[in-house]
């Protein structure tokens, strides 16, 4: 109920912001954008309003979304329906990975959210030891135990050795490869199409370096980074048309030194 509702709201939302966009390039007589726009922010909040009197989907009482698990917090936030929550969701979902000994509890359909929506709140510290948690379920026991592709499952041993026959190359629980690179590395665009956008690594305590790229529309984008005693070096190489805004963080301090940049090489120390 809770993960149907806050896709349904979400693809809601984003089609209310596509109306509003296309309206201002065309003309009103010819098109009802903005009827539609209007349409699709009602219904939106229809179905926001029938969340929140559901009792599967929110605890007035207790303040709980779905049943309090990582993924129950992690999708509302996402989505935008605990936006008038997100501080106490927030909190929740953090103390849902501790009270866990920063497992992962959720599968694929939640994955993304929670990695995101922790890192978004600037706690990529919290998603960094469920990654690499030395005890199942984490990414860290596949790639100790060899796997070189990603299994359906967390307990794949078990499925694979049972009854149940799984997929050992599901691309589908690969959210992580998202962290990576935009929050670790931090590329993330900041306007449509990518003619803007963000470099702001988060330097995890226990990473000394990262270094990585990602394809966008303009051409490939490349970042590095590394820590040398109490230096901070930066490598970013932006294609042409691109406008890069530079911010960086380092554990949980995010430092004010902030820089737009056109397209080129920028290396900062």
């Known amino acids: 109920m809770l993960v149907a509702t806050c896709a349904y709201y979400r693809m809601l939302v984003i089609t209310k912001q596509i109306c509003e966009i296309l309206k201002g390039q065309k003309k009103q007589k010819e098109n009802k954008l903005d009827e539609k726009a209007k349409l699709y922010e009602a219904k939106a909040q ?151 956008m963000l470099v702001a690594p988060y330097a995890v305590a226990e990473l000394t370096y990262a270094k990585g790229s990602v394809m966008t529309p303009w051409g490939i984008v490349k970042v590095s980074w590394k820590k040398e005693n109490e230096s901070f070096f930066l490598a970013a190489y932006i294609p042409l048309g691109l406008l890069l805004l530079y911010v960086c963080q380092k554990n949980t301090v995010v430092h004010s030194l902030r820089l737009e940049v056109a397209s080129g090489s920028l290396r900062l120390r």
């Open 46 to 196: 229809a179905v926001r309003d029938a969340f929140y009197h559901h009792p599967e989907c929110y605890d007035e009482a207790t303040e709980q979304f779905g049943t309090g698990s990582q993924a129950s917090y992690a999708i509302a936030l996402l989505s935008g329906m605990a936006e008038e929550h997100e501080e106490q969701a927030v909190k929740a979902l953090v103390e849902a990975v501790k009270k866990n000994g920063y497992h992962l509890t959720s599968g694929e359909v939640g994955l993304k959210q929670v990695f995101t929506a922790l890192a978004e709140a600037g706690y990529s510290d919290v998603v960094y030891q469920m990654v690499m948690n030395p005890t199942a379920p984490s990414y860290r026991v596949f790639a100790d135990a060899g796997l070189t592709t990603l299994p359906e499952y967390w307990n794949y041993e078990e499925l694979w050795l049972g009854s149940m026959v799984r997929s050992r190359n599901h691309a589908m629980m690969g959210h992580v490869r998202e962290w990576m690179t935009s929050f670790v590395l931090g590329i993330r665009p900041q306007s449509p199409g990518w003619t803007k």
